[in-house]
């Protein structure tokens, strides 16, 4: 643990970003100081899990093969603790790269929903994680020695920072191979200075490590009258991996702690699944279902899934063909009995244990999400707000689950009108009406202009349900899933709306007669829109609003047109259909108008729907000018 030499000494200036998250993360973070020891010792453990890795290639890399454990010490007389691993170590270049910058994703969003309330800011940090810089939260400085594997004695690494803004780079000589963290602790930090109370810390935290945490054994010494330190080092923790203790050895806590260790995460997750598969395959899976989504779940490049470990050697970080995408919030281990250790990520695609342990895990997923929809509604409708949009992907990516994933869904309903979403597919059948046989829903860019639809004025006159869908993979989802439990799902925005069935032998009468009676209306008007519109009819949909926009069953609507215009993607031009209610006044005024303004009138009615619809007027400029020509007659 010596370091000798300082040439070649540089000051370098941390990242803008890592000194505000310092700052932060000192003046939030201070009532859970402790965490800092598991962010520490999970580091450690990381560092000696890959080397381990690197090992299984280059077994020189060992050095001799002394047991890969993590140390922590204190000396009360230098004020001083120390967390060292004799894992796979820092080079220069690495130690530059990885402790002066923070290189993730989903970091701008993070800036941009910091807030100044300290607890809201500490959640927040939490859930971004803290990592290595925690460390400041306790020490005001730290040195960071360190030797990658592999590189000689004199090609070590000292780095110290006082966490203001800079930190300075040496060389040093460091003759065993890994990492040594150094905190010169804030001068009312003496607590930490105690044996006691750093076993019990890391009892807490760090007792699902698998490999041993040591401290040095402590004897009562009755001259001084106090505990002091032998030559003699002890593991503090079990010392096996979690999950390969069975069930009912481990803790509620234990698992949590475990979770916090593989994602990261600072909160607790909302659900956890532990199972040992025998068979055909064999492995194990410890999977968890995070209470909130990372700030990056939309970020495509992202790291996501699970750790893969064969045989309790760990292999890779981010296995994504363990599970499907749209389970990329699940996270966890999954240790394999059958896999080589030397697989690769392009072994994975192809293997036929994967494809096994895939299918596995997202059954286990879902019967997960199935029992918390089933007896943990709060914790479900928590699932839904941070995951609903990425579960909603299942219905196309996973055909062999869509039926169980379609039960599922939660969306907005016309039931409560409430933006939350909440119906299950299951609920709305239950409240199907009689002689309804399909489920019915409105796409639109906002929960309000959904609500807001005029599609939906005959169906809440027949008191007939319609679920309100304004996430943005809605469309994609809806292009998939086509039925449920029978029963097709039905834009109200699209085709002839064919509510016959709902509709009484004297309603269907009415209806007729209204067509018939206003034929010459709508041929009038279909003559004046005919480079604008494909057809003019008489609606069966409205009942407050002159008139609305439809576009045929098998086209796109107009809200997924809008998305892929947006997308800057090219839409098919397509014309819709105009459907008026001509019992509503102003088409009374309308067949009233004379010949010379009735042009002017039909173009208003139609660019009035389109607006309903949340469309950008092709000529809005001529629009204002009819509206206000007939607003001065
Ligand atoms: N003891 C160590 N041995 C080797 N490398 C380390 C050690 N501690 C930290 N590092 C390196 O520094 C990087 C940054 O660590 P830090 O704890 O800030 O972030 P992280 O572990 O990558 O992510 P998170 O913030 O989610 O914990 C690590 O990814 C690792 O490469």
């Known amino acids: 643990m010596t370091d000798s030499s300082t040439q070649s000494a540089e000051t370098l200036g941390f990242q803008a970003e890592v000194k505000q998250l310092l700052h932060l993360m000192i003046h939030s973070l201070y009532s859970n100081k402790e965490i800092f020891l598991r962010e520490l010792v999970s580091n450690a453990s990381d560092a000696c899990d890959k080397l381990r890795f690197e090992a299984l290639d280059k077994p020189e890399l060992l050095e001799g093969g002394e047991e890969l454990a993590i ?73 960071v020695i360190s030797r990658r594997a592999g590189l000689p004695a004199d090609q070590g690494v000292r780095w110290e920072s006082d966490g203001q803004g800079e930190f300075t780079i040496a060389q040093a000589d460091k003759a065993t191979r890994g990492t040594d963290i150094i905190l010169h602790l804030r001068a009312d930090e003496d607590e930490l200075l105690n044996g006691w109370k750093l076993r019990e810390i890391l009892r807490r935290y760090s007792d699902h490590i698998s490999l041993p945490v040591r401290m040095y054994k402590e004897e009562w010494d009755s001259e001084k009258s106090e505990q002091v330190k032998t030559a003699e080092l002890e593991s503090v923790n079990q010392a096996s991996a979690l999950w390969t203790r069975s069930k009912s050895d481990i803790t509620d806590e234990q698992y949590k702690e475990f979770y916090k260790h593989v994602s990261h995460d600072f909160e607790d997750p909302l659900a956890w699944t532990h199972n040992r598969v025998e068979g055909r395959s064999e492995y194990t899976q410890l999977l968890y279902i995070p209470k909130r989504a990372p700030f990056d779940l939309w970020d495509r490049d992202a790291k996501r899934g699970v750790k893969l470990y064969v045989r309790r050697v760990f292999i890779m970080d981010d296995a994504e063909q363990l599970l499907p995408n749209y389970l990329r919030f699940v996270r966890g281990v999954i240790d394999s009995a059958d896999l080589p250790l030397n697989v690769s990520r392009e072994i994975l695609q192809e293997s036929r244990d994967v494809r096994a342990i895939r299918e596995g895990s997202t059954k286990r997923i879902l019967s997960l999400l199935e029992e918390l929809a089933e007896n943990r509604a709060e914790d479900y409708a928590l699932f839904w707000t941070g995951f609903g949009q990425v579960l909603k992907e299942g219905t196309g990516e996973d055909f062999a689950n869509q039926e169980r994933i379609a039960k599922l869904l939660r969306f907005a309903s016309t039931h ?177 108008a004379s010949d010379d303004q009735f042009d002017e009138w039909a173009n208003v009615l139609l660019d009035q729907a389109l607006l309903v619809e949340g469309n950008a007027l092709p000529d809005a400029a001529g629009f204002v000018q009819r509206l206000n020509k007939l607003l001065l007659q």
């Not at 080079?91 to 969003?109: D, K």
């Not at 309330?117 to 994680?129: N, R, T």
């Not at 032998?505 to 206003?518: L, S």
């Not at 045929?552 to 809200?559: D, K, M, Q, R, T």
């Open 71 to 143: 140390t922590i010490d204190y000396d009360k007389d230098a004020h001083t603790l120390t967390i060292s691993d004799n894992g796979i170590g820092l080079s220069r270049e690495e130690a530059v790269a990885n402790l002066g910058t923070i290189a993730r994703s989903g970091t701008r969003e993070f800036f941009s929903q910091l807030t100044g309330d300290k607890q809201k800011d500490a959640q927040l940090i939490g859930q971004f994680g803290v990592g290595f810089y925690s460390s400041f939260i306790v020490a005001d400085k730290v040195t």
């Open 416 to 592: 409560s009108e409430d933006a939350t979403q909440a119906v299950s597919l299951t609920d709305y059948v239950g409240r199907m009406k009689e002689g309804q046989d399909k489920i019915y829903y409105v796409t639109a860019d906002s929960h309000a202009a959904a609500l807001a639809s005029p599609h939906l004025e005959v169906f809440r006159k027949k008191g007939i349900e319609v679920l309100l869908l304004s996430d943005r993979v809605d469309e994609w989802m809806l292009s998939y899933l086509r039925e449920f439990d029978g029963k097709s799902l039905v834009s109200v925005a699209k085709g002839g709306l064919e509510l016959d069935d709902l509709a009484d032998e004297e309603e269907k009468k009415r209806r007729a007669e209204v067509a018939e009676q206003f034929k010459p209306l709508v041929e009038r008007l279909q003559k004046s829109l005919e480079a604008r519109v494909k057809e003019v009819r008489t609606s069966s949909r409205l009942v407050d609003s002159p008139a609305c926009i439809v576009v045929g069953e098998n086209e796109l609507s107009p809200h997924l047109q809008r998305m892929l215009q947006a997308a800057g993607q090219s839409a098919p031009d397509i014309k819709p259909t105009l459907e008026i209610n001509p019992e509503h006044a102003l088409l009374a005024r309308i067949q009233a």
